[in-house]
């Protein structure tokens, strides 16, 4: 069974850093993209950044170009992403997923079949 375990959250000033993990279980495909993503109260989900196992290149969302940086561990099956300046919007719960068998970022979330349950991030002024 897939599991995807979301750590890292929690209440930060403006400005401030924090850094989430995602760690990866239970899975044997050769070629998966993980992404994060995340959620505000009363917003759309929205992608933020996404990385591949093939290339382990990453790529970013508008909102995290510059400020966002996520990574992989492939000996832990952990990927993180280590959010800088944050700021009061990027308020939201974030979750991480996985598509299996792809070597790129799907464009869509529908793509992505495992999520992790989400972790809680509140940036105060």
């Known amino acids: 069974e897939v599991q995807l375990q979301a750590s890292g959250g929690g209440l930060v000033q403006a400005g401030g850093s924090l850094r989430l993990s995602c760690a990866a279980s239970g899975f044997t495909f050769d070629d998966y993209a993980i992404e994060w993503f995340r959620q505000a109260p009363g917003k759309e989900r929205e992608g933020v950044a996404c990385?591949?196992?093939?290339?382990?290149?990453?790529y970013y969302a508008e909102i995290a170009k510059g400020r966002f940086t996520m990574s992989s561990d492939n000996t832990e099956n952990t990927v993180y992403l280590q959010m800088n300046n944050l700021k009061i919007e990027d308020t939201a719960v974030y979750y991480c997923a996985l598509a299996p068998w792809e070597q790129v970022c799907p464009p869509e979330a529908a793509n992505y079949d495992y999520w992790g349950q989400g972790t809680q991030v509140t940036v105060s002024s």
């Open positions: 990385i591949t196992s093939h290339d382990g290149n990453a």
